[in-house]
């Protein structure tokens, strides 16, 4: 049931980033950007006369919070379980046991050169 729920708020989580993308490209800033195609100061534009401005500032704050409680969220979710491994490759590098190739040759063992090469 968790991981169904961690799925879902992950997705809203990247959907509402993407949002919040998209809208901060489109506002106004101080000279002519990305925001300057919409909304062009007409009186009779689908956000009124006050401009997209206003409409747009205030959907960014509240995609902002909810992207603040949905990470909020995902962080509670995942709380730090443990994760087994799910492949019998992963579990045999975790308990492979050292190859003869790691030990030194018998006539080296007085040689403190060989000892120091790092392997």
């Known amino acids: 049931m968790s991981n169904y729920l961690f799925s879902i708020v992950l997705t809203i989580h990247v959907l509402v980033g993407l949002g919040i993308i998209a809208l901060v490209l489109m506002q106004h800033g101080k000279g002519a950007d990305a925001g300057a195609a919409f909304g062009g100061g007409a009186s009779g534009?689908?956000?009124?006369?006050?401009?997209s401005a206003n409409f747009l500032s205030r959907t960014t704050a509240i995609l902002a919070a909810v992207f603040f409680l949905t990470s909020l969220g995902l962080?509670?979710?995942?709380?730090?379980?443990?994760?087994?491994?799910?492949?019998?490759?992963?579990?045999?590098?975790v308990t492979a046991p050292a190859s003869a190739g790691d030990a030194a040759p018998a006539g080296a063992a007085g040689d403190s050169k060989a000892q120091s090469i790092p392997k």
């Open 45 to 51: 534009s689908v956000f009124g006369s006050s401009g």
């Open 75 to 93: 962080s509670y979710l995942s709380n730090g379980k443990a994760v087994k491994p799910s492949s019998v490759m992963q579990d045999a590098a």
